[in-house]
């Protein structure tokens, strides 16, 4: 690794890392059968050959519960994301180059959305959305844009003063066109990045708020569902039913994380001299 | 002076609003919300069973039937007069609940947010300090760990290994279960306070330490870090004279904006812990449908976030001499 060509193992790092995702999410969604099935002449065993992440009270397997869990997850995570990073980047925009009147109230939002704690308003988003799956991704997704946005609104002030950007706006380019033609593809690698690590944070939230109850319906194999279940049976020693779904999430939301940092390096040439 | 009253007078008013706006779209979200508070609480047999009059009863007491705008106008009307109406759940005062569980949570937070800031300003002045080294690399990944578990596990996994495996601690709740409040003693509730104020901290430092070596780097590439390096300054020296110094005055934005996370986590590690605390009160609420309490601990919330990033604001302009010197022309 030390000799290579940095932005070559950083290719095939994300390659890998997609790879990986793509893998989990797919086996997943074909566990979810074997995620709910019950076997009470197998129940709580611990990990082993036969059932690898052990099975629960109920004689589920936990390794397809867990994997059926992550895929949830990260459908979960990849929508919500993709919803908030679309509106930081509309309004990030907006309040750049619509005007002052239009800037204050936006930033307003900003404040405001800031000012509640994200696990408190995605339970009121999604109280408000009777709860279950559209109740998460509209509490996700509501409440992750105000600091994609900030940025974009930051980076887009700046660019404004660009000489190209005032020589189309001399030139007659409508504030549409410049946006389109000259903002957009400068902001788009910054866009990028801050979406891709908006995917943790989304994920982590989900799975917080369906922890909590307020999230995904119990009969759904969520991670956050496992993990509070999990939660009746640590005190009598049954450690994997709670061990094995969490570490997964961490590793699923780590290669998130470093995945958004490969393509920052790939995105900025100049950080490769780092 | 007069500018800082000023400037503090500003921040006070635009919070002021900010918290208008916060009490109103909880509200609009209660509002719009189709879970019955009666089917959540009462349940489909028993509403069946009831006689119509005693349904009626009910619906009054959940405040069904009467218009969103009526309600929340009466609601601002008495919060102006310093009452933030009755939990429904508790059958108490709000202020008195919220009182009662923030005292609990206080303790808590404070310790967190404590640790949090120092450990994390100490983390990451070190790893920017040794950037490319070891220690970095170390620091660098224990935070990426820690940002990327969500707290909760992390709480799961905190109360596996010294409750249930080792047995050093207890397992929940704020005091021993089962004793007079008298006979509490304070190693008691020490004792039920460590692991949720620990995993709190653990998981704060992450994001300090990480903006704080981020500035930290910048100022070590800084050409007045070059300067005093090619005087013959030692590199202790310079980290603590010039690095140091400079990471603080963001570190204070930091510390006051990461309030917000600590009582974002709070809610996450008090349920696995079952600790009464504020958190706690806010997921019964809202599991409840209390609108009344889950209103007010919103609000309450967010003045207390507002509050943190004014003190940072305010300590910030005091302890930087550009900022002072700055308003002072203007």
């Known amino acids: 690794m030390k000799n290579g060509n940095r932005r070559r193992n950083a290719a095939v790092f994300l390659i890998c890392a997609a790879v990986i995702l793509l893998a989990v999410t797919a086996s997943g969604i074909l566990l979810e059968e074997a995620a709910v099935e019950t076997d009470f002449a197998e129940k709580n065993l611990p990990p082993s050959n036969r059932a690898l992440f052990g099975t629960d009270w109920m004689g589920r397997d936990m390794f397809a519960r867990t994997l059926a869990g992550l895929s949830l997850s990260i459908r979960i995570g990849v929508l919500t994301a993709v919803v908030s990073g679309i509106a930081a980047l509309l309004l990030g925009i907006a309040a750049a180059t619509l005007g002052r009147k239009v800037d204050a109230v936006i930033s307003w939002c900003i404040d405001l959305v800031m000012g509640i704690p994200h696990i408190l308003l995605v339970m009121l988003v999604s109280i408000a959305c009777g709860r279950g799956f559209a109740g998460v991704v509209a509490g996700v997704a509501l409440s992750h844009w105000p600091s994609l946005a900030r940025v974009i609104r930051g980076e887009v002030i700046q660019l404004r003063q660009a000489p190209y950007i005032l020589t189309a706006d001399k030139l007659g380019v409508s504030r549409l066109k410049i946006v389109r033609r000259h903002m957009l593809p400068h902001i788009m690698p910054q866009f990028l990045i801050g979406m891709v690590l908006l995917f943790p944070h989304a994920i982590l939230h989900e799975a917080g708020v369906t922890f909590l109850g307020f999230g995904l319906s119990s009969e759904q194999p969520a991670i956050g569902v496992i993990l509070s279940e999990s939660m009746g049976y640590l005190t009598t020693g049954k450690w994997w039913l709670a061990l094995f779904p969490g570490a997964a999430l961490v590793l699923v939301v780590l290669l998130f994380s470093v995945a958004g940092e490969y393509i920052r390096r790939l995105a900025d040439p100049a950080s490769a001299h780092e | ?330």
């Open chain 2, 1 to 330: 002076m007069r500018h800082r009253l000023e400037f503090t007078g500003k921040k006070l008013f635009r919070m002021g609003v900010l918290l208008l706006g916060v009490s109103l779209v909880t509200f609009l979200l209660m509002c719009a919300s189709p879970l019955d508070p009666l089917q959540t609480n009462v349940g489909q047999t028993a509403l069946g069973s009831m006689s119509p009059e005693q349904v009626e009863k009910l619906e009054a007491y959940w405040g069904v039937g009467i218009p969103p705008a009526q309600r929340y106008i009466g609601w601002l009307w008495d919060v102006c007069h310093g009452d933030f109406g009755t939990s429904l759940l508790y059958r108490q005062p709000v202020l008195e609940v919220v009182g009662e569980r923030l005292a609990n949570s206080a303790g808590l937070m404070f310790f967190a947010w404590v640790i949090s800031g120092v450990l994390g300003l100490a983390l990451g002045v070190a790893a920017g300090a040794f950037r490319g080294r070891w220690q970095d690399r170390l620091i660098r990944g224990y935070c990426l760990v820690i940002t990327s578990t969500p707290a909760f596990w992390l709480a799961i996994l905190l109360l596996l290994i010294f409750s249930v495996w080792l047995g050093w601690l207890p397992i929940g709740l704020a005091v021993p279960a089962g004793t007079d409040a008298s006979s509490v003693t304070l190693a008691d509730r020490l004792a039920h306070a460590v692991l949720p104020a620990l995993t709190l901290g653990i998981t704060g430092v992450a994001n300090i330490a990480l903006h704080t070596r981020e500035k930290m780097v910048d100022v070590m590439e800084s050409d007045y870090v070059l300067f005093a390096r090619a005087r013959g300054e030692s590199a202790r020296s310079a980290v603590l004279r010039h690095g140091l110094r400079n990471v603080i005055l963001p570190g204070i934005t930091l510390q006051g904006a990461s309030v917000s996370e600590i009582i974002g986590g709070s809610v996450l590690v008090e349920q696995v812990f079952s600790y009464p605390g504020l958190g706690q009160a806010a997921v019964t609420a809202g599991l409840g449908s209390d609108m009344p309490l889950l209103l007010g601990i919103t609000v309450i919330t967010a003045a207390i976030v507002f509050a943190g990033n004014l003190a940072a604001d305010l300590v910030y302009g005091a302890v930087d001499p550009r900022i002072r010197k700055g308003a002072a022309g203007r």
